[in-house]
Structure formats: structure tokens, C-alpha cells
């Protein structure tokens, strides 16, 4: 192996390739600051509380909760290891180019760029889905409410709010790195404290207090499924959560000393992530009384709003509400940061349709063009969701399954190229082989997990008055609604994808410029240290 020796961050970009572009002001505690916001437990573990009761129930969430933590935290220190070699807003497709060598390094870029792009607007849209919902949620509650749940007029708010939500976001993504800076340390605060404030609150003002042996000994499994299946989908909480923090490597080109800093900032990420995570989720489980499990999980993303009522009032379930939706405010502001910086550094390499126009800054260096269609896109995204009540879920699975495989592809190749592998300031020495096979594993279980159905669609509770005549439009109209769409999205953009490539991107892409430090001369050349 060779050695990458720490240099000036303008000469380690120079080397791999590029030329300093954007504003270098973001410290170590900004970059984690958006790392941490993105893996945000209000987003995730509040809002989908209602899958886990019904897919393991406390025992299922409090068992896979540190287990999936160890596991991601295996992706996160592999991840690291790539980062501190290769500190680029390129990020994952770079890395996978240089990691495939010069004759798979435009295809393999080209398919981790796209995964990585899903990925980030799946978790964007998905988290302006949530605003939507705790907007509406503070109308469906009232007492004289005419706003109802389910229907098409709560759809309809949710789908208006969620896209004003990213509209404001994006606008506040657009300042400078100076104020990037800034707001990554507030959104770290905010979403802290935010959760803090939150399950105290329900914690000592909840009169249902079940102890913690009964928690991690009930078992629910309210799918409809065998509790085989139920078992395998209680990751989903965990997964869902840890994704996203590939945002330090996106912004590696605007914080000094990257190659340090870059690695540090996702791994405190996952480590706080942990803790906030597994501490919101014990003292919010120890008020939900296992009667009211069934109740909470037919609500679906309504069923958080039951357990604030249960607990801290109506009132104060709605300033709660209003809590989680700057939340979910700060939470798209790091995604859709962290997106348009991908976004320029892929068109910086002719990825993208239109590349030459979207790279391109603002007199603040900033991507301004790249943030407003990812905003579009994002908006666009969302329209399904009037849909089905349950596109939430679906919305977060298909973008959390684009990043995994964006994840996938980078750390299968480190691995399988270990020997020409460039170490960086932080590196694993013998145990990056075994943690990045560990790392690979768990990527492929998670994203064969984010693509099974969650719960099971009775024909038995869809027939006519006869009671044995299925009516098959009702029927129907449920499947649709409860079918898990994220591998059909996941699919669809896949093909789609290879078949642009293998029609038209394959004569003109060419990839990533290579890391001109530890660059392959041929397919088959040893690695070189100049």
C-alpha cells in the first residue's frame, strides 16, 4: 500500500483533479453539525415509531436498535477510510471510480453517482413528506376538527405544506458556506435540544410508565405477517435512520482539513446517533401502554400525534408539532446542502443532463442552479404521496435503499482492491478487510429488508356482504396502498439508468478524473506513489 501524505487541501484537490472551486469555511463541528442533523432521530425514529409497535413492538426496536448501530457503524468507519483518501464533493462516485481502476471507473461512477442522487432526494422528499404531516396533524387533532385523517383534504395540506417546506429550505441552502457554517452548528443545537425538550416532556408527564424488563420482553406483530417476517422488517426503524452521513465527504471540499475532519464528523455522527436514538426510543416506549399499540399502528404517521395527546395534552402536542416541523426544516436544509453539492460536483464531471449550466456558482460560491432543481425534482417526488397515506415510508425506504447501494458499490471495490488501496490520515490497518466485509453484508440484508412488504393485505377483510364474494375493487385499491413501491422505484431508475448508459452516456463519459497520487496507469498497473 502506499501512503497519502497529509497536504494543504488545495494540493490534495489539485491531485485529484480539480481545481478549489468553493469557499473552504466550514470547521469540524459545522461539517458534523449537518452530518448529525441529516441522521436526525425526530425525522426518523418519531414520526415511524408507529411501524416499530407494530413490527417487534418495544422488544423488536430495543434489540436491533444497538445491533444495527455496531453494523452501521462498520459502513461509517469504512466510508471513512475512503473520505480521508479521496476528501471530494464527489464524494461516493469518485471514490468508486478510482477504486474500479480506469476501465470500470466511468460505469462504476456513473451508476454510484445516480444511486447516491436518488438516495438523497428520496430522504429530502421523505422528510418534507413529515412536515407535511405534522402540519396537518395540528388541524386533524382539534376537537371540531373538519380536516379529517386519510382524507383527501388532510392529502392535499400535506402535499402543499411539504413542498412550501422544501421551497424555503432550498432558499436557505442557497447562502454562502460562511452561513452554511453557521447553520450546521444551530441545526446540531436545534435538533438536540429539540429532542430533548420532546421525550422529557412525554416522559414525565405520561401516567403509563412500563418498566424496562416488560419493555424488552414485549413482542408485537400487528402486520399481518409471520413473526419471521415481522422480525426481519423491525430493522426497518434503525435502517431508516442511519443513512445520509455520506453529506461530510459532499462537503469535504468546504471544510478545512477534510482529509481529518471528514472522517471524525461521521463517525461522531454515528456514535451520537446511537445514544440520542436509544434514549429517545427507551423513554418513549416506557409510556405507550401495549392496549394502545393497535391503535397507534392502523393510524400510521398519525399515531405520534395519539401518543403526544396521551401524554403532554393537545396543546402541547401541537407546539410539539410545530417543534418537529423546524426540525424537519433543519433536516432539509443539510440534505438538500449536501445534495447540491453532489449534484455540482457530478454535472462538474458531465454526469448530469445539462452539466455545463448546472456547473455553475453564484457570485457566493454557491450552486445555486444545482439547488433549485434538486428542490423541483424533490417537489416532484412528492406528488405520489396523495396517493396513499403509507408513501412516507416508501418515500424514505427507496431513498434510504439508493444510498445503501451508493454506499455498496465503493466499499465492495475498497475491499476487493485492498492491495492498491491509498491509505489516508485515518485508516484501519488490518481490520479495514474484515469491516468492510462486515459493512457489505449488512448493506445488502438492510436493502433486501427496505424492499419486503410490511404488512399483509387480508382478502378476507375485503368481501361483499355475503362475506365470501372478494370484492376485488376494494381489494385492490388496499393493495395498491399498502404495496411497498420502493423496489419498484429502485428498479425502474436502475434500468433506466443502464439503458441511457449502454445507448448514449458510454460513448461520451468518461468518469472522474483519477487520483494523479495513486492513479492506475493501465487497467492492470500497480499502484504508484509519486
Known amino acids: 500500500m502506499t501512503k497519502?501524505?497529509?497536504?494543504?487541501?488545495?494540493?490534495?484537490?489539485?491531485?485529484?483533479?480539480y481545481k478549489q472551486e468553493l469557499l473552504r469555511a466550514l470547521n469540524a463541528f459545522s461539517n458534523f453539525g449537518i452530518a448529525f442533523t441529516i441522521l436526525s432521530e425526530p425525522m426518523s425514529v418519531l414520526p415511524l415509531i408507529y411501524l416499530g409497535l407494530g413490527a417487534g413492538g418495544p422488544q423488536g426496536m430495543l434489540t436491533t436498535w444497538p445491533i444495527i448501530s455496531v453494523l452501521a457503524a462498520c459502513v461509517a468507519a469504512s466510508m471513512s477510510e475512503i473520505v480521508s483518501s479521496y476528501p471530494t464533493s464527489g464524494g461516493l462516485y469518485y471514490w468508486s471510480a478510482n477504486l474500479a481502476g480506469p476501465k470500470w471507473a466511468p460505469y462504476a461512477s456513473y451508476m454510484?453517482?445516480?444511486?447516491?442522487?436518488?438516495?438523497?432526494?428520496?430522504?429530502?422528499?421523505?422528510?418534507?413528506?413529515?412536515?407535511g404531516q405534522f402540519f396537518t396533524n395540528c388541524f386533524i387533532a382539534q376537537p371540531d376538527a373538519t380536516i379529517l385523517a386519510g382524507s383527501w383534504a388532510a392529502k392535499f395540506m400535506t402535499l402543499i405544506a411539504g413542498i412550501l417546506s422544501l421551497a424555503f429550505s432550498g432558499y436557505l441552502a442557497s447562502f454562502g458556506s460562511r452561513i452554511v457554517s453557521i447553520m450546521g452548528k444551530a441545526c446540531f443545537w436545534l435538533n438536540s435540544v429539540g429532542l430533548l425538550v420532546i421525550v422529557l416532556a412525554v416522559f414525565?408527564?405520561?401516567?403509563?410508565?412500563?418498566?424496562?424488563?416488560?419493555?424488552?420482553?414485549?413482542?408485537?406483530?400487528?402486520?399481518?405477517?409471520?413473526?419471521?417476517?415481522?422480525?426481519?422488517?423491525?430493522?426497518?426503524?434503525a435502517c431508516l435512520t442511519y443513512t445520509g452521513y455520506d453529506s461530510a465527504a459532499h462537503l469535504a471540499?468546504?471544510?478545512?482539513?477534510?482529509?481529518?475532519?471528514?472522517?471524525?464528523?461521521?463517525?461522531?455522527?454515528?456514535?451520537?446517533?446511537?445514544v440520542s436514538g436509544y434514549f429517545a426510543l427507551f423513554l418513549m416506549?416506557?409510556?405507550?401502554?401495549?392496549?394502545?399499540?393497535?391503535?397507534?399502528?392502523?393510524?400510521?404517521?398519525?399515531?405520534?400525534?395519539?401518543?403526544?395527546?396521551?401524554?403532554?395534552?393537545?396543546?402541547?402536542?401541537v407546539a410539539f408539532n410545530v417543534l418537529l416541523m423546524l426540525l424537519a426544516i433543519s433536516n432539509m436544509y443539510g440534505l438538500i446542502v449536501t445534495h447540491?453539492?453532489?449534484?455540482?460536483?457530478?454535472s462538474r464531471d458531465g454526469a448530469l443532463p445539462g452539466s455545463s449550466w448546472l456547473h455553475t456558482l453564484s457570485a457566493s460560491q454557491v450552486p445555486v442552479k444545482a439547488t433549485i432543481v434538486i428542490t423541483i425534482i424533490n417537489c416532484i417526488i412528492l406528488l405520489p404521496s396523495l396517493h396513499s397515506s403509507a408513501m412516507y415510508a416508501a418515500i424514505n425506504s427507496f431513498g434510504v435503499i439508493g444510498i445503501y447501494l451508493a454506499y455498496l458499490v465503493p466499499i465492495l471495490l475498497r475491499v476487493v482492491r485492498n492491495?492498491?488501496?491509498?491509505?489516508?490520515?485515518?485508516?484501519?490497518?488490518?481490520?479495514?478487510?474484515?469491516?468492510?466485509?462486515?459493512?457489505?453484508?449488512?448493506?445488502?440484508?438492510?436493502?433486501?429488508?427496505?424492499?419486503?412488504?410490511?404488512?399483509?393485505?387480508?382478502?378476507?377483510?375485503?368481501?361483499?356482504?355475503?362475506?365470501?364474494?372478494?370484492?376485488?375493487a376494494a381489494y385492490r385499491e388496499a393493495y395498491l396502498i399498502n404495496f411497498n413501491w420502493a423496489p419498484v422505484v429502485v428498479i425502474a431508475v436502475t434500468i433506466i439508468t443502464n439503458i441511457f448508459w449502454f445507448a448514449?452516456?458510454?460513448?461520451?463519459?468518461?468518469?472522474?478524473?483519477?487520483?494523479?497520487?495513486?492513479?492506475?496507469q493501465t487497467a492492470d498497473a500497480s499502484v504508484t506513489s509519486t
Open 112 to 131: 454510484t453517482g445516480y444511486f447516491n442522487f436518488l438516495g438523497l432526494s428520496g430522504l429530502c422528499a421523505g422528510t418534507a413528506y413529515a412536515f
Open 419 to 472: 492491495d492498491r488501496f491509498p491509505r489516508g490520515p485515518f485508516h484501519m490497518g488490518s481490520f479495514s478487510v474484515p469491516v468492510g466485509i462486515i459493512a457489505i453484508l449488512f448493506l445488502c440484508f438492510s436493502s433486501i429488508a427496505l424492499v419486503l412488504p410490511t404488512v399483509y393485505t387480508n382478502p378476507n377483510d375485503y368481501t361483499m356482504e355475503d362475506n365470501v364474494t372478494l370484492d376485488d
Open 285 to 317: 416506549l416506557s409510556t405507550i401502554d401495549p392496549s394502545q399499540y393497535s391503535a397507534i399502528y392502523d393510524e400510521g404517521s398519525y399515531g405520534l400525534m395519539i401518543i403526544f395527546n396521551n401524554t403532554v395534552g393537545l396543546k402541547a402536542a
Open 204 to 237: 414525565f408527564t405520561s401516567p403509563t410508565k412500563i418498566s424496562p424488563g416488560e419493555m424488552f420482553n414485549t413482542w408485537s406483530n400487528l402486520t399481518g405477517l409471520p413473526d419471521a417476517w415481522a422480525a426481519t422488517i423491525s430493522v426497518l426503524l
Open 504 to 520: 448514449s452516456a458510454k460513448k461520451w463519459f468518461k468518469g472522474p478524473p483519477l487520483d494523479t497520487e495513486t492513479k492506475w
Open 4 to 17: 497519502v501524505d497529509e497536504k494543504n487541501d488545495e494540493e490534495r484537490l489539485a491531485e485529484l483533479g
Open 340 to 346: 447540491a453539492r453532489m449534484a455540482f460536483a457530478f
Open 253 to 274: 471540499e468546504e471544510t478545512t482539513n477534510a482529509a481529518v475532519q471528514g472522517p471524525r464528523s461521521i463517525g461522531y455522527a454515528i456514535i451520537g446517533t446511537f
